[in-house]
């Protein structure tokens, strides 16, 4: 351990590479534990506007390679391409992978997937003769909660990642992950593990489309603008606005287990460093609290920040049927939907001066996380026992890491 430490963190998604980074850079666990850093992104980042902690003595180098497709070539040729773009790539010693492409057809979804992957570790097992671990993050998909309803009686426990039915494992690419470290690592000198989170919550400087967080942000920021609230506005309106819960009853009401991106950080970092009791292929369920929580509970909290009063939904309708399928909205609602809404004002954010706020959104994500609120009917949440047996840090408020974000998202102008 010590100076020597090199992470490479592969991320296609902005969220978590950016928390990551971010705390690796802190510096977490400690000034020396890391002495570099190695971001590799697909989408762009620019380094003055990446809000990350600036140069420092106790800081660790940080090189950022973004623009960086992993999908063409084999491990041989990407090998080839790190060993050219990474200064001193053969000091790597934990790599944090955290590359999720979506693709449209499913069966190539999977394979795009495993090939990315497996190209990383069989470039690595050529250049990195150091390499201690291997963290990457799975999701509560590979609980089967794809599945209208869910697949097992919550809370969720780690065993469960195993006792899929086969035909929905089939379409779990984490469970091809594993089979392809079980195989890789015999005989070498590293281990690996992964983290399964559900709900992530955190920033980025340019969107995400899978940051839940950004989007309900973005609809508060503007209804709260359209109703005269909040920054851009006269505030002088002293009477309450209320802001409906973006879904219906059943959805609001089911129990779930949020992590904010800083916390799911910290423990790939601190597992990647107790090789000991965090290695060996095993899987850890990730929160920030295990006490689950519900929608409809922290909204009224969020809107808050916002000056709004959040109350429960105004849907009635496709309340307990579990019809709808994982990312499905009913077809007609209520309400705008917050990414309905966001397309009919979002030029409020461009007049404000805030042009980030449109181009650096959660752009294709938006009709998924609409959906948030109508499929995720049925109760997921996760026990955190096993992580707990680790000795990684306790329990946080749920909606700490939700306004951390938001307080993120105005300094970076995403929000008014
Ligand atoms: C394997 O890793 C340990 C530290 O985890 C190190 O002490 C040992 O020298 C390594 N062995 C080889 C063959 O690299
Ligand atoms: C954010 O991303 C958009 C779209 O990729 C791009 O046009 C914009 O320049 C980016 N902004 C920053 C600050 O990186
Ligand atoms: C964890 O969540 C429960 C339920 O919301 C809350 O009472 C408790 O204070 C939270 N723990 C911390 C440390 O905030």
Request: aromatic share 10%; proline share 5%.
């Amino acid at each position: 351990m010590g100076e020597s430490n090199h992470a490479i963190v592969f991320g296609a998604s902005g969220l978590i590479v950016w928390a990551l980074v971010n705390q690796l850079l802190s510096p977490y666990p400690s000034a020396g534990t890391f002495s570099k850093v190695t971001a590799i992104t697909n989408r762009p980042i620019i380094l003055s506007e990446s809000h990350w902690p600036e140069p420092a003595s106790n800081r660790p180098d940080l090189q950022l390679i973004s623009g960086f497709d992993l999908r063409h070539g084999d491990g041989a040729t990407l090998a080839e391409t790190l060993k050219r773009a990474v200064r001193d790539v053969e000091s790597v010693t934990h790599i944090y992978y955290l590359v999720f492409t979506a693709v449209e057809d499913d069966t190539e979804e999977f394979a795009t997937n495993l090939r990315m992957f497996k190209n990383v570790i069989d470039a690595h097992g050529l250049i990195s003769p150091n390499l201690r671990f291997v963290a990457f993050t799975g999701g509560t998909r590979g609980y089967g909660i794809y599945t209208p309803g869910g697949t097992f009686t919550p809370p969720l426990t780690e065993d469960m990642a195993n006792k899929l039915p086969i035909e929905t494992a089939d379409t779990v690419v984490y469970t091809a992950y594993r089979k392809l470290l079980h195989a890789k690592n015999k005989g070498k000198n590293w281990t690996w593990c992964e983290v399964c989170p559900d709900a992530i919550i955190g920033f980025t400087p340019n969107g995400s489309q899978f940051s839940l967080a950004l989007h309900w942000a973005q609809y508060l920021s503007l209804w709260a603008y359209n109703n005269g609230i909040g920054p851009g506005t006269s505030g002088l309106r002293t009477t309450a606005v209320q802001v409906p819960f973006p879904g219906n009853v059943a959805s609001a009401n089911s129990l779930f287990s949020p992590v904010s991106s800083s916390t799911l950080a910290r423990f790939m970092i601190y597992a990647s460093l107790h090789p000991e009791t965090c290695g060996g292929g095993q899987l850890f369920n990730i929160a920030d609290n295990q006490t689950a929580c519900k929608y409809g509970e922290i909204w009224p909290r969020l809107a808050s920040w916002f000056g709004l009063v959040g109350v429960g939904p105004v849907e009635d309708s496709q309340a307990l049927d579990n019809t709808l399928k994982a990312g499905e909205l009913p077809e007609t609602t209520e309400l705008l939907t917050p990414g309905e809404y966001f397309a009919e004002h979002k030029d409020i954010f461009a007049e404000l001066g805030r042009a980030n706020a449109v181009n650096g959104g959660v752009g294709a994500g938006r009709r998924q996380l609409d959906s948030v609120g109508y499929w995720l009917t049925f109760d997921r949440q996760l026990s955190l026992e096993k992580l707990r047996g680790t000795g990684f840090e306790g329990d946080r408020d749920h909606v700490q890491g939700w306004l951390e974000s938001f307080e993120m998202f105005r300094k970076a102008g995403l929000i008014l």
